[in-house]
Every structure is written in structure tokens, then in C-alpha cells.
């Protein structure tokens, strides 16, 4: 017998072994962008997308999905004859956020360039003028996302340009979908997109979601893209497909000792943890930058919250190693802000950090990654996945660092590796900490909330915001506030002092610095010359209670202690004036309400509310004989506030002395 030949390894296919081919002017792009070949999920899907089947998609964070999807909507808005009619929307691509949504529509935008009748009409949307009328088919994009413009001019630039493929978060697209000028008939809609549908999902735009399949036709390709499907994503399934083609494509990579196993993450990048006590955390940030080789050109930083993020973006400067610049982005920033720095970042031609939350984890596509630091780990562990896979994407290396306190939280290590995302320890670059980096950092910015008295409050808010968090994790048995060490993790923040909370009941807030934080002033005159009014109205409040005191001290004990959570003076007064007013509302109402009904139902109306009256009088009645009956039994216990302990036996029955009511056999 003839020994077996070992086979041969396939070669992968180039994209014009798809069938059908692909245009012409669609190669010229793949060209001219360097994509010799398609990616596995883009071969998959560009298969079963481009004909009449549903997709749902589940691969690796920088797989290529967006091409995967953008090709097919392209194809079947231009297979007609005949260009689209007017105000007729033929495609919809939904996005979980503004900076992923201008994303896909500049990669669509990128593509169509290469359509000449397409990119004829592009600079219309942009622009006052109206689209020409053409017969040819025409892919006519339009961006929706809220924040930058309002729905109304979204609307006008619709009936303007008359786009047939939107591209938007669900909020502005539902809008848009709501008015009457906006038609999606059966007859010309084609086809539905979802990237990230989980993030949709777990970002509460359900309601969104359901109002835009609302609008839309039954008979239409849909296609679900993401890299993880919740189970939420699964019902959306059953309700929104027709018997769909479920595509996933994982990464193998092998173990020591042969073992095969799965990647939900590119094998060009490397995912890995170090442990690190809190105060730590930033001085290691620094060694990664200064000691990463080659020296990253992006990296991004991970924070639990947008206070966060606000707060260290502002101390940092100055702290991190020289030629490193800071971008911050989080969901409080203004939309344009957001935009302005999105854009900062990408075309940043210096090294430059970004700050962010898991706003920035998903979808978006930013070009030479090379480092993503997780100073706090994610509540759900399908967001770290995420994060980290913002590098290594289109076969770049990088490197992913989730930074771990010593202790329990070394336990999310085996968290990660039973959801199929194993990390190992940091090697390289290799990081030295001493208690003494600690100090020098956090004396750093501790000098600037001394300085400025809006970086110390910044800093207890982002503090208070990351317990908050903490707090809320998923895997609380890992994740527990009572395993913190306060005094390390102020250190880490540079707190010139605790913030008041009740976590830290019992715990000296003041870090043994002694400082006076009234003395900490703020840099801004007006802002210092409101405290320091206040600050003078509290301290004389203050000497008059206790001057009050000491002149009648008997009187000052007898009058009640004002509760912590009780309102000042001036709201106390707004709050009376509010009940006021809803008594008011309310007899209004109950005046409208009589003046409708007949005269029967006036007179049963007065029965009840004799009735009403009644068993009110009986309550008040009751109450006052249980107040004195429970003042005497104080009396005869010598002022005793324990009750005697009673059995009191009920019974139906007269005759029975025994405190049963006389049950039959």
C-alpha cells in the first residue's frame, strides 16, 4: 500500500474566485486599499449576503466584518435597472454609536468613489443643492446620528438629497422612519444591517429597534453582525430573520502539549495581565509607554466611568512620559467635542493616549493600535474582548494589558479563561514598580488639587464613581469592595483626602496628611469668591448654634437634632410651597372629575366619602387609645420603654377559657 501523501495546504482564495465575480471598479478598491485577499468572514459571508439569505455573523474583533456587509449592500442597491425613486429608502445600516456609525459611512463613502455615478452625487450630501435626477442605480448614502444636527435638518437634507441608504444610531433613524415623507415600500427596500446587534441590545435601544422594524417591510435580507450574541441578540433572532445562515469563524491557536484551542481575539495580538496594587496602576502605564519597543503610536487607556476619564485626562499631562499626548473621550462630552477628538486621535501624527470608556470598545476601526491598558477591569467580560481587540486588528501586533490588584481580583484570570478568552502573565515589556514610583506620582497630583480646588472636588467625583462601579461588577465574588485597600487606591488617585462615603465608615479620611481642605482655593476668582461667601455664611451658622448653646444649654438639648438628609431653610420652604401646589392640583382635579357626573353617581360620591371619613375618624380614634395604652404601660414599668410581653388569646367562642374556639372533631 502506498503511503498516504500529506495534503497540501489550500491556498486562499483571492477575490476573484467569488461567484458571481465582483465589478470591476469594486476590485479597483480592494486594490487600491491592499486587500490581495478576502478575510475567512468575509468569504463566508460575501457568499451567502450577496444572494437572498439572512446572515448572522459572529467573529474576532478586526476580522474584517464591515467589508463583509458593505459589499452586498452595495451590490443589491445598484442591481436594478432603474435608480430608486424619490424619498424611497432601499438599505439601513444600524450602529450603537455616533463614532462607529461615521465610520462605516466613510468606508462606504471610500468605496463608491470608485462608482462614477455613485460619486458623482456624493458632494450633494454635504451640500445645499439637490440631488440630479438620474435613471441609472446610485448608492446615495446619508449619515444619522444625534447630537451633531437636529432631526428636522436631518429630515430637510432627506427631502433634499433624497439618500436610499441610511446609516445611523437607532435613535435619529426611528425619527427619521417616523415621518410620513419617508417611504421603505416592499417593492423597493432590500436590505437591513446591524453591526454589533449585542451592543444594540445591551445599550437598551430595543425600543428603537422595534419601532424601525416597525416601519420596515417583512420581505427584506437582513444581516446581524457582532463579534460576541447575547442571548438577547438570539430572541432578536427568532423575530427579525428568516430561516438565517449563522456564520462564526473563530481563531485556533495550539497550547503546550498539543491541545487545540479557540481565540475570540487575532493571533497577532497578545492578551495579558499584570498585578498591580491600585497605586501602582499609573506608574505602570508609564513604564509601558517608555519601554514598549517599538514606541506605540496609539495606545488607549480603559476607565470604568466618564469622571474618570475627565479626571485623569487632566492630571496626567505632564505625568506620562515626554512626546505622549492625551485625548479623552467618554458619552458626557458634547457631540462635537466627541467628534473633534475621535478625529484628533485617528490622524494623530505623534505619539498620543486616548482615555476613554467602553464607549470606545466596540466596532470602531482606529488605525496602528499598539497598546490597550485596562486600568479597570470591564463588568461584563465580553466587553474585555472588545477592548483589547481595538489592537492587533488587520494582522498589525499589539499588545492588551488588563491591570489586576493582588488578591481576589487575581481570581478573573480563571473567569477569562472559562469564557474562552485565556490571558497569560506580562513579560515583555518587562515592568519594575517600587512604593517609591507610587509616591512621586501621586505627590505630583496631589500638588495640582492643592493648587486648584476643582481638581481636588474632580477627584473625589471620579473616585466615588469608581467604587460605584466596582460595586455594580458581575462577578462580585471576585470584584468586592471590602477586599480594598483605601489608603493604596487614594494613593493611586493622588486624594489629598478621602471623600465622605459609607464604605469608609470608621476610616481615617484625612491619609495622616493633615491638610486643611478648606484652605484649598479655587484658581478661578469667581468660583473661589462664591466658596469663600459660603464657606463665611456656614462658619457664622456655626458659632450661633453653639453660642445658643452655651447660653441656654437646657433649651438647645430640648430642641430636635436636624437630620443630615434634612433640606436648608430655603428648601424647606420650596417643598412646602410644592405640597401646597399638588393639594391644590388635586382638589382642581377632584372639582373636574364632580362637575362630570350625574346626579346619582354625586349622591353615591357623598356616601363614600362619608364613608371614607368614617373609617378615618375610627383610625385616628385607634391610634390615640394605642398611644396612651403603650404611655400608661411605660408608667407602670417605671418608665421603661420594653414592653411587657402579653398573650393575648382571641376566640369566638364565650365559653371557651382555654383559647381555642371550639374546633369540631
Not at 469608609?504 to 484625612?510: A, H
Not at 459660603?534 to 453660642?547: I, V
Request: glycine letters at 6%; proline letters at 6%; one cysteine or more.
Amino acid at each position: 500500500m502506498a503511503p498516504v501523501q500529506p495534503r497540501a495546504k489550500k491556498a486562499q482564495r483571492s477575490w476573484d474566485a467569488l461567484t458571481p465575480s465582483l465589478a470591476p471598479w469594486i476590485l479597483d478598491y480592494l486594490n487600491s486599499m491592499g486587500f490581495e485577499t478576502p478575510t475567512p468572514v468575509q468569504k463566508s459571508c460575501l457568499d451567502l449576503f450577496r444572494g437572498n439569505k439572512d446572515v448572522v455573523v459572529e467573529a474576532v474583533t478586526g476580522s474584517g466584518k464591515t467589508l463583509a456587509y458593505l459589499i452586498p449592500v452595495i451590490e443589491k442597491l445598484l442591481r436594478g435597472e432603474e435608480a430608486a425613486k424619490r424619498h424611497h429608502v432601499q438599505g439601513i445600516i444600524i450602529s450603537p454609536t455616533r463614532e462607529l456609525a461615521t465610520q462605516i459611512y466613510n468606508v462606504l463613502v471610500s468605496i463608491i468613489k470608485f462608482h462614477g455615478p455613485s460619486a458623482g452625487q456624493l458632494p450633494l450630501c454635504e451640500g445645499d443643492e439637490k440631488r440630479n435626477i438620474t435613471s441609472e442605480p446610485v448608492v446615495i448614502p446619508q449619515l444619522l446620528v444625534g447630537g451633531t444636527r437636529k432631526a428636522a435638518e436631518d429630515l430637510s437634507a432627506f427631502l433634499r438629497v433624497s439618500p436610499n441608504l441610511l446609516i445611523g444610531t437607532p435613535g435619529r433613524l426611528a425619527e427619521l422612519l417616523a415621518s410620513p415623507y419617508v417611504k421603505a415600500p416592499a417593492s423597493t427596500f432590500e436590505v437591513l444591517v446591524m453591526d454589533e446587534a449585542d451592543r444594540l441590545l445591551d445599550l437598551g435601544f430595543s425600543q428603537e429597534l422595534n419601532r424601525i422594524l416597525g416601519y420596515l417591510p417583512k420581505q427584506r435580507r437582513t444581516g446581524l453582525f457582532s463579534a460576541s450574541l447575547s442571548d438577547a441578540v438570539e430572541r432578536l433572532i427568532t423575530v427579525g430573520l428568516l430561516y438565517p445562515h449563522k456564520i462564526t469563524v473563530r481563531v485556533k491557536s495550539l497550547k503546550d502539549g498539543g491541545i487545540i484551542q479557540e481565540r475570540k481575539t487575532p493571533m497577532s495580538l497578545h492578551m495579558s495581565y499584570l498585578v498591580t496594587p491600585g497605586s501602582q496602576k499609573i506608574p505602570a502605564l508609564c513604564q509601558l509607554l517608555e519601554n514598549l519597543d517599538p514606541r506605540p503610536a496609539r495606545s488607549i487607556v480603559f476607565f470604568s466611568t466618564c469622571m474618570q476619564v475627565k479626571y485623569f485626562t487632566r492630571v496626567l499631562h505632564g505625568v506620562l512620559p515626554a512626546g505622549f499626548n492625551i485625548v479623552s473621550l467618554h458619552g458626557k462630552l458634547e457631540p462635537q467635542v466627541r467628534e473633534k477628538n475621535f478625529e484628533r486621535f485617528v490622524n494623530a501624527t505623534s505619539p498620543t493616549v486616548l482615555f476613554t470608556t467602553d464607549i470606545a470598545a466596540r466596532g470602531l476601526d482606529i488605525p496602528q493600535v499598539d497598546l490597550v491598558v485596562q486600568h479597570d477591569p470591564p463588568n461584563d467580560t465580553k466587553v474585555f474582548i472588545h477592548r483589547c481587540g481595538r489592537a492587533g486588528r488587520a494582522g498589525r501586533r499589539g499588545l492588551a494589558v488588563a491591570m489586576l490588584q493582588p488578591g481576589r481580583e487575581e481570581g478573573y484570570v480563571q473567569l477569562l479563561e472559562v469564557r474562552q478568552t485565556p490571558i497569560a502573565p506580562l513579560e515583555k515589556p518587562s515592568v519594575s514598580l517600587t512604593p517609591e514610583h507610587a509616591e512621586k506620582i501621586s505627590s505630583k497630583i496631589r500638588k495640582q488639587a492643592m493648587a486648584d480646588r476643582s481638581i481636588y472636588e474632580l477627584a473625589k467625583h471620579a473616585f466615588v464613581s469608581w467604587v460605584r462601579s466596582y460595586m455594580e461588577h458581575q462577578a462580585s465574588s471576585i470584584f468586592r469592595v471590602s477586599d480594598l485597600d483605601w489608603a493604596d487606591l487614594a494613593k493611586g488617585y493622588g486624594l489629598v483626602a478621602l471623600p465622605k462615603m459609607p464604605e469608609l465608615k470608621g476610616i481615617d479620611r484625612s491619609l495622616g496628611l493633615g491638610i486643611d481642605l478648606d484652605a484649598i482655593a479655587f484658581k478661578d476668582k469667581a468660583r473661589e469668591k462664591k466658596r469663600l461667601e459660603e464657606l463665611e455664611k456656614r462658619n457664622a451658622e456655626r458659632a450661633a448654634r453653639l453660642a445658643a448653646i452655651e447660653q441656654d444649654p437646657a433649651a438647645a438639648a430640648g430642641q430636635p437634632k436636624r437630620k443630615r438628609t434634612e433640606a436648608w431653610s430655603e428648601k424647606q420652604d420650596a417643598e412646602e410651597l410644592k405640597v401646597e401646589r399638588r393639594e391644590k392640583k388635586r382638589k382642581r382635579r377632584e372639582a373636574e372629575k364632580y362637575s362630570k357626573m350625574t346626579e346619582k353617581e354625586k349622591e353615591e360620591q357623598k356616601k363614600l366619602d362619608a364613608l371614607i371619613e368614617q373609617v378615618r375618624k375610627r383610625n385616628e380614634e385607634q391610634a390615640r387609645l394605642e398611644r396612651e395604652e403603650r404611655a400608661a404601660t411605660k408608667a407602670a414599668n417605671g418608665g421603661d420603654n420594653k414592653p411587657t410581653k402579653k398573650k393575648v388569646v382571641e376566640s369566638d367562642d364565650e365559653d371557651s377559657d382555654d383559647g381555642f374556639s371550639g374546633f369540631d372533631d
